[in-house]
């Protein structure tokens, strides 16, 4: 049971280039989400997913999309990356009550 | 809109001691409370869940306290050791929250000294 995957786990872009974030669960599990770690910021909330086919905002979504065409998978998007998106990034699945997170996926911006 | 804080920010305490972790929250109207903890370069990984009709939960040398009332948590580790070195997370999230989203504090540095 691989729980929540995440690819890549590491990645360099240059600044205006884009990349997807891969989410993988193997749970079954409704909800999805994308949170974003910073130093001192703690863990913040970009994009959620509340079932197949379905995408919210969270608390930081700008300069970002997300997809969720299929139940167990949960793209996040950077469409023109900037160095403040420099950040770690995990996702996370739940069907209640407790979450499930990832490894998380290390971002540098340059 | 909910906030979370936890206290202290960092904490370094010699092997053995008995050691309790802070977590308050603004809104009392919280459906679950849940600890995690986080080792360095790592994701994260649930320790507690404490639902909003529980007063506490325990696993092994941990046990997490909620008084939904008074917006606090604290979770409390017996007879701490080095491999408890990690940084610790609460988690909220709230009662009307259908979409289930958790809030989280900044979170707890320990360090446990040999």
């Known amino acids: 049971n691989a729980g929540v995957t995440q690819t890549p786990k590491f990645r360099v872009l240059k600044t205006g280039q884009s990349m997807t974030l891969l989410c993988a669960q193997d749970?079954?599990?409704?909800?999805m989400y994308w949170y974003r770690q910073d130093p001192g910021m703690g863990l913040r909330l970009i994009h959620y997913?509340?079932?197949?086919?379905?995408?919210a905002k969270g608390e930081v979504p700008d300069g970002y999309n997300v997809s969720r065409l299929k139940k167990q998978n949960f793209l996040l998007g950077l469409e023109s990356a900037a160095p403040s998106q420099t950040s770690v990034y995990f996702c996370?699945?739940?069907?209640?009550?407790?979450?499930?997170f990832g490894s998380g996926t290390r971002l540098t911006v340059v | 809109k909910q906030e979370v804080t936890q206290i202290p920010a960092a904490l370094s305490v010699p092997e053995g001691e008995n050691l309790v972790l802070n977590c308050s929250f603004t809104?009392?109207?919280?459906?679950?409370l849940q600890w995690f903890r986080q080792d360095p370069g790592k994701g994260l990984t649930s320790l507690l869940l404490?639902?909003?009709?529980?007063r506490e939960q325990t696993s092994g040398r941990l046990n997490a306290s909620l008084d939904k009332s008074s917006g606090r948590s604290t979770l409390y580790i017996a007879a701490s050791q080095p491999g408890d070195s990690a940084t610790y997370l609460c988690?909220?999230?709230?009662?009307?929250?259908?979409?289930?989203?958790?809030?989280f504090g900044t979170g707890t540095r320990l360090k446990v000294l040999a």
């Open positions: 809104d009392s109207a919280i459906y679950n």
């Open positions: 749970m079954n599990h409704e909800y």
């Open positions: 404490i639902q909003s009709s529980q």
């Open positions: 997913s509340v079932g197949e086919g379905t995408t």
């Open positions: 988690a909220v999230v709230g009662e009307a929250s259908g979409t289930y989203k958790y809030i």
């Open positions: 996370a699945s739940s069907n209640r009550p407790d979450y499930t």
